[in-house]
């Protein structure tokens, strides 16, 4: 695990979907995503902060997106796909680990903002490269391995003030 430090090189990616499930299901809020980039920082040297959003064609959507781009996210933006069953899919697994490793050669740590399992691997493979990996999720419906493949993980629910509106 590398040490934290000031000059340390930072690339924040953060999962808005299972975040924003997260803090509705459990709080009925949203997330303080000023709050959240400033604590994944944590004064040292952001190189990208990269939100992945979904677009379900509601009223409030576009205000989100420029309110994420105001506060220093880079927002990626997927189109929800309705299938021929009626059922609905999206999202951003890939493409979040795909950026990942992409930026693992041009940043120290990666903070990874998911509660989302799937994500254990890819943590594993960028400590494997050298990179420190840090989640931040809900520890409450976040999963265990998660938890275990990252070098840290900081529990939002334990500071509602700071991630929640």
């Known amino acids: ?8 090189r930072v690339a924040v990616l953060a999962d808005s979907q ?12 949203n997330i303080d995503y000023s709050g959240l980039l400033e604590e994944a920082v944590a004064d040292r040297s952001l190189v990208r902060a990269i939100a992945y959003v979904i677009r379900a064609d509601s009223p409030e959507e576009e205000s989100f997106f420029e309110a994420l781009r105001d506060i220093g996210f880079e927002t990626k ?5 309705t299938f021929a069953d009626g059922s609905k899919k999206a999202d ?3 493409g979040m680990s795909l950026d990942a ?3 693992a050669s041009h940043v120290d740590t990666v903070v990874l903002c998911t509660g989302d399992g799937d994500f254990a691997r890819l943590c594993s493979h960028l400590r494997h490269e050298g990179v420190r990996v840090e989640a931040m999720g809900f520890g409450n419906s976040a999963a265990d391995e998660l938890i275990a493949a990252a070098d840290d993980f900081v529990d939002l629910a334990e500071k509602e003030e700071t991630f929640l509106l």
């Open 92 to 94: 951003w697994d890939l």
């Open 1 to 8: 695990m590398n040490d934290i430090h000031p000059d340390q």
């Open 77 to 81: 933006i997927k189109e929800i796909k």
């Open 101 to 103: 490793v992409s930026l």
């Open 18 to 29: 299972n975040l924003y499930h997260s803090a509705q299901s459990v709080y009925s809020r």
